[in-house]
């Protein structure tokens, strides 16, 4: 499994929260040892995981540096469409493309607008559905996941491909930029243009060239210019520049739609279809700004088309020798699992029956079962389940509980809920009502120690209480400190006997200086001292135990 080279993963802030993979409509995210990475097989580049992702953790790759590497050579530049409704000062920014030597700037639409005129000829001649292809999402989709819908695709270059084909006719073979709202496009037209661009990437090389924008003057787009194909980002703006009419033409926009569409497409109706992977198509495409709402976008659009009809220089025929015919290709996946190996990894994941299949989606996928194939197809590991993993926890935290060698009760409204292994060893004898009164009393007292007689033996534990979150119940934990206690005397009584013992040296002492007192007077005074003394430290250590 090939990672995506156009969606980047910036594992350093990934969370593993699967959020990209729940809203990834195909599932192309793999989870392997705390990394996701998008494979590039299954992904179709609609750039949900970049926009929904709270960490910043997915991206596309960025081409700014291949923009840079041309720039001391004549080049062309297509802009896409949506180009008005991107920038605030769109004629200023063609202005600063011809300041870093573009030599002709021209609008993507006029491609479109050839392949309007493809699209029509084609859907002349079809009996069934014919569908757009401008949109690589849809393409993509189609070719890996609906590949029965390939017959009814418009076989037609896009038209950023076109308008480089009507560029290239024109001005011969120079370096190419395309720079559109889309990053599906950046596969697209790999090896087709030298450098493709999103809105995005040219406000940040906008922003690191440190221009001032307001101070370049306004300048056109180079002619010839396009008229309907111009509301090609616009939703049934295609269906508007093929000349359709209501009665033979329908648009779905987004991803979702497209692919409940096409699943329940009726192939014995002439009609032809307008898809775009984004919700309200591409003025609403990955890479365009999201400040403005699709009004204000196709607002902005519809005004510059206006301001500038008097001086539109229409296309009136298309050089027969541009190459505008494309073939698309089954890249579905044809790996089918047993039923037996599915059922294995849902076993592997504590769904040891139905009942057990949450189908809760914290993984990212839909259902357990769609989950369980993934690990199959090694995309997943069974670890993403929740359920699973929360029970997983909580089981080793209740072996923790059961085996402590401490004595553990939860007890809730005047019933022992639960008892663990030293509570049921130490217990034994003890009744339900008789453990109660006996927790009663160290909670009540607030004790910290208690003594208790049990199998004929003295017992000292120390108490402590708390309870559980929610009002779940109240726990005591009992810990023997029986041993500890009788260690602790048995020091205090070596301590006490040496202390007498001393004193009784003391005592031989004294009468012995009375005999001899004359010939020792002072050294015996000093040797009470020193025993006094020594006695003391005895004392308060033994205090201190
Ligand atoms: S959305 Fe995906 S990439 Fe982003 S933090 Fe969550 S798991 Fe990681
Ligand atoms: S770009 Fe789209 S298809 Fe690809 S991983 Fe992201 S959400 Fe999935
Ligand atoms: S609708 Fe437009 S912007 Fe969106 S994926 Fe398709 S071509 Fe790209």
Redesign the pocket.
């Known amino acids: 499994m090939v990672d995506s080279q156009y969606i980047v993963?910036v594992d350093a802030?990934?969370?593993?929260?699967?959020?990209?993979?729940r809203n990834c409509f195909v599932k192309s995210?793999k989870f392997e040892n705390e990394k996701?990475k998008v494979l590039a097989e299954d992904c179709i580049l609609c750039g949900d995981?970049i926009e929904?992702?709270?960490?910043k953790?997915?991206t596309y790759r960025k081409d700014i540096e291949k923009l840079t590497s041309i720039l001391n050579r004549p080049f062309m530049v297509s802009i896409a469409p949506s180009f008005y409704a991107h920038f605030d000062q769109p004629f200023k920014v063609i202005s600063f493309l011809k300041s870093l030597g573009a030599t002709y700037v021209g609008e993507t639409a006029v491609g479109a607008e050839i392949v309007s005129m493809k699209y029509g000829e084609i859907f002349e001649k079809s009996s069934g559905p014919t569908i757009s292809t401008a949109c690589p999402v849809v393409v993509y989709y189609v070719e890996r996941y609906q590949p029965e819908i390939i017959p009814y695709l418009a076989n037609v270059v896009s038209p950023a491909a076109a308008h480089l084909e009507f560029m290239k006719s024109y001005f011969g073979k120079f370096p190419s930029v395309f720079i559109g709202p889309c990053i599906a496009k950046k596969k697209e037209l790999e090896g087709v243009y030298d450098v493709v661009l999103t809105f995005e990437e040219l406000d940040e090389y906008i922003k690191i060239s440190k221009v001032n924008l307001s101070s370049f003057k306004d300048v056109l787009p180079d002619p010839p210019y396009a008229e309907k194909a111009a509301f090609y980002p616009i939703t049934d703006g295609i269906n508007f520049s093929t000349n359709r009419k209501f009665e033979d033409s329908i648009s779905i926009s987004g991803v979702r739609n497209v692919a409940e569409f096409l699943k329940n497409l009726d192939i014995s109706t002439k009609i032809f279809v307008e898809l775009s992977a984004c919700d309200n198509s591409c003025i609403n495409g990955p890479a365009i700004r999201k400040d403005l709402s699709v009004v204000q976008k196709k607002s902005r659009i519809l005004k510059i088309r206006n301001e500038l009809k008097s001086t539109r220089k229409r296309i009136i025929q298309i050089d027969s020798n541009l190459k505008l015919s494309r073939e698309f290709k089954d890249r579905s996946k044809k790996t089918t699992y047993s039923e037996e190996a599915i059922k294995e990894v849902l076993i592997s994941m504590g769904k040891t029956d139905p009942s057990k299949e949450l189908n809760c989606s914290a993984c990212g996928y839909n259902t357990c079962r769609e989950k369980a194939v993934a690990v199959l197809e090694g995309k997943a590991e069974k670890e993403m389940c929740l359920p699973y993993l929360v029970e997983k926890v909580s089981s080793a935290s209740n072996k923790l509980v059961e085996e402590s060698p401490n004595i553990i009760f939860i007890h809730k409204d005047g019933k022992i809920l639960y008892k663990n292994k030293m509570a049921r060893k130490y217990f034994l004898n003890f009744s339900e009502n008789q453990i109660m009164e006996f927790i009663s009393e160290i909670e009540r007292k607030r004790l910290d120690k208690i003594n208790l007689e049990l199998f004929g033996k003295h017992f000292t534990f120390y108490c402590k209480t708390f309870e559980l979150p929610e009002e779940s119940g109240n726990v005591i934990v009992l810990v023997d400190v029986t041993r500890e206690n009788k260690q602790k005397e048995e020091i205090s009584r070596i301590k006490n006997e040496s202390i007498k013992r001393i004193e009784e040296v003391l005592e031989k002492q004294m009468l012995l200086a009375q005999e001899i007192a004359s010939l020792l007077g002072e050294s015996i005074a000093e040797a009470k001292s020193r025993f006094e003394q020594f006695k003391k430290i005895m004392e308060e250590s033994d205090d201190n135990l």
Not at 13 to 21: R, S
């Open positions: 993963s802030n990934c969370q593993y929260c699967y959020k990209c993979l995210i996701s995981c929904i992702c709270p960490q953790a997915k």
